[in-house]
């Protein structure tokens, strides 16, 4: 999982949600999805790093732009290009991992599914992620990410025989996917624990855990 990767995830995201254009169709004035994607993208193109955080800087964010400048910040850490390896998160505070392991589950699961959180390398933060979700207190997403990981691990063999590295097997893995019931589990939660806003609760009141020694 690489910096370019997560910004090719977050961008991809935004135009699903959003639907891309026909390429062949005929040129006219910019719709309102138009204008507010192209909006969005610039937002985000344009937006500042910090490499260094401090309590002044985290008071200086808005919430909306809070989770974005943790997970910016972290990425700091790496080259371009550079993979993020389980070790080098593990080092990471305890907030850190938390807001880290939990934010990209939750775009990789709106994204594509448990499956697809699984099949990326993303999934072997998914203890992580447990974790996480019980340290901003979303205790209820801790349970459900508890179970998704028991059945990954108890079909690890079955769920690695779908990844060779294809689109087609990656797609075969949905016909019976085991985690259905659980990925509606999982959206149900949205309307019951506020995962942005706890992540965001927890930063501001443990900026220690952010901002460089």
């Known amino acids: 999982m690489s910096k370019k990767f997560l910004t090719i995830t977050i961008l991809f995201s935004i135009l699903n949600f959003f639907g891309c254009k026909r390429q062949n169709e005929p040129k006219k004035e910019k719709s309102e999805i138009d204008l507010l994607i192209e909006n969005t993208l610039d937002d985000f193109n344009n937006r500042k ?9 985290l008071d200086s964010i808005a919430d909306d732009k809070l989770e974005q400048a943790i997970i910016d910040n972290i990425e700091t850490k790496y080259q371009d290009g550079e993979q993020y390896t389980f070790d080098e998160i593990s080092k990471l505070t305890k907030g850190q991992q938390a807001v880290f392991s939990t934010w990209w589950l939750e775009a990789e699961v709106n994204n594509g599914g448990f499956n697809q959180f699984y099949f990326n390398s993303s999934g072997q ?3 992580m992620a447990e974790i996480g979700f019980m340290t901003i207190g979303a205790e209820k997403f801790s349970k459900l990410i508890k ?5 990954y691990s108890e079909n690890k063999d079955q769920l690695e025989e779908y990844d060779d590295g294809t689109m087609e097997s990656f797609s075969e893995s949905y016909i019976d996917n085991l985690f259905n019931d659980l990925e509606t589990d999982f959206y149900k939660l949205f309307d019951i624990e506020k995962i942005g806003e706890l992540r965001i609760k927890y930063i501001r009141e443990n900026k220690n855990e952010f901002i460089a020694e």
């Not at 790093?49 to 800087?57: D, G, N, P, Q, R």
């Not at 179970?147 to 059945?151: G, L």
């Open 49 to 57: 790093i910090y490499k260094y955080l401090t309590s002044e800087i």
């Open 125 to 127: 933060y998914g203890e």
């Open 147 to 151: 179970r998704a990981n028991k059945i």
